[in-house]
């Protein structure tokens, strides 16, 4: 099983600024298979980041995701109010199917 | 509207069953892999379980491997979640989510339901 570290647990930062997450595996990821999620109180996880750096339908280009082998990012250019959140990375595997990261909480300052 | 609908949740003793149900609309189901996720109170994302969208292929997280079983109903757009032999670790929020691409699985889940609860306790 791929384990996938997140860092930091928990990011404080106010509206306007750059928000970098880290999503580090155990072993190394294809591109193709690596995700991030977000996910707000009370809502379903909502897919932002596929292939690791496709945004999904509907994504604002403020969100940003990069990376390969066992360290990726995923990037928010400058926050917005709606950003503060939960943010998962996901990787696709053999055996189990999918592994989620514990996520990093983006909170405001 | 892209939608799906789980049902099926409750409260259940350990060792007892449950059947969680996911209806879908909007979309052409038989065509899509989906997946079952579960969220414990206050935790993170955990995938439970997956099935092709023809059900040749099927996974499970190693927690519930041989006690949960996934299966689905193209003709009625639904997707089910049999869970057996249930622990105080099963209680979770479960969602069902669905593949962003058609006939494929590798887990980019594009459209959730809102979940249902599941309490395992005596």
């Known amino acids: 099983e791929i384990v996938l570290t997140q860092s930091p647990g928990t990011l404080s930062l106010s509206p306007g600024e750059r928000a970098t997450l880290s999503c580090r595996a155990g072993q190394s990821v294809s591109s193709s298979f690596l995700a991030w999620y977000q996910q707000k109180p009370g809502q379903a996880p909502r897919l932002l980041i596929y292939?690791?750096?496709t945004r999904a339908t509907g994504i604002p280009d403020r969100f940003s995701g990069s990376g390969s082998g066992t360290d990726f990012t995923l990037t928010i250019s400058r926050l917005e109010p709606e950003d503060f959140a939960v943010y998962y990375c996901?990787?696709?595997?053999?055996?189990?199917?999918?592994?989620f990261g514990g996520g990093t909480k983006v909170e405001i300052k | 509207e892209v939608q799906l609908v789980e049902s099926g949740g409750g409260l259940v003793q350990p060792g007892r069953s449950l059947r969680l149900s996911c209806e879908a609309s909007g979309f052409s189901f038989n065509d899509y892999a989906m997946h079952w996720v579960r969220q414990a109170p206050g935790k993170g994302l955990e995938w439970v379980s997956g099935i092709s969208w023809n059900s040749v292929s099927i996974g499970y997280a190693d927690s519930v491997k041989g006690r949960f079983t996934i299966s689905r109903d193209n003709a009625k757009h639904s997707l089910y979640l049999q869970m057996n032999s249930l622990r105080a670790e099963d209680t979770a929020l479960y969602y069902c989510?669905?593949?962003?691409?058609?006939?494929?699985?590798?887990?980019?889940?594009?459209?959730w339901g809102q979940g249902t609860m599941v309490t395992v306790s005596s």
């Open positions: 989510a669905k593949e962003i691409h058609i006939q494929v699985v590798i887990l980019r889940l594009d459209i």
């Open positions: 292939g690791a750096s």
């Open positions: 996901q990787q696709y595997g053999s055996s189990p199917w999918a592994t």
